[in-house]
């Protein structure tokens, strides 16, 4: 299991796109709460608050995510190789519950260098330190919720196709509809349950600085969920 884990760290970071989707991760945040003027710059709203960040970070992940997992079972099944897996003495499910954690780990590696975001508003914060930390401690975790139910999404999808491309579209696809389109026809048509089944709205919960059980159980069942249904398509 330790081996397989490994493995994937290894095949990501020995790609340039794996680099390339890292840094596009950091660069599109970066720009949008320092740079370019809208309602997440942080300069131009004169708040020493990261909530910006963290509403932006669902939807940076649509690339970041996808881009981590749509290898991980594709290639092993175009390639053969899942077979060879799956014969090993390991069973299917620590396959993927290895290729899983893999995927979790590099979206908190992509993660850790925003801290400096924390670090900054700190000292530019008046008077120095006037910052929400336990909101902010509440917001990560809820980041790294995201990467953990986007990842198990991830990679049941890329157990459905051996094509990188058709599961790097269908996890985008599927991560908007279960994280925005979901969220969008619950108040569009004032629907509690169909909101409430939004990946977005217990995002959001938390996000707020409020870690309910009810939303940590969401965010273990639907990863479960996925990742059940990704065993059950890998042969």
Not at 62 to 85: G, R, V
Not at 108 to 129: A, D, W
Not at 203 to 220: E, L, N, P, V, W
Request: proline share 3%.
């Amino acid at each position: 299991m330790l081996a397989i884990y490994k493995n994937e760290l290894k095949k990501f970071f020995n790609t340039l796109e794996g680099y390339v989707a890292m840094l596009l991760f950091l660069t599109v945040n970066s720009l949008a709460i320092w740079h370019i003027p809208s309602d997440l710059n942080l300069f131009q709203n004169n708040q020493a608050d990261l909530s910006p960040f963290f509403e932006l970070t669902p939807w940076v992940f649509l690339i970041l995510i996808p881009s981590i997992t749509m290898k991980m079972i594709s290639n092993e099944m175009s390639n053969k190789t899942i077979t060879i897996l799956i014969t090993k003495p390991i069973s299917k499910w620590n396959i993927i519950i290895s290729k899983y954690l893999a995927s979790c780990t590099i979206g908190v590696m992509s993660t850790l260098p925003t801290l400096i975001y924390v670090y900054t508003i700190f000292h530019l914060s008046e008077p120095k330190g006037n910052i929400d930390i336990g909101q902010i401690i509440a917001s990560y975790i809820g980041v790294f919720l995201i990467i953990s139910s986007y990842s198990a999404i991830g990679l049941f999808c890329s157990s459905k196709t051996q094509n990188v491309m058709i599961s790097f579209i269908a996890t985008m696809s599927l991560i908007i509809l279960l994280c925005f389109g979901l969220e969008f026809i619950g108040n569009t048509y004032n629907i509690f349950t169909i909101e409430y089944l939004s990946i977005n709205n217990h995002y959001k919960s938390i996000s707020r600085g409020i870690i309910d059980t009810r939303d940590i159980i969401y965010f273990i069942s639907i990863s479960y969920f996925f990742l059940f249904f990704t065993q059950i398509n890998t042969e």
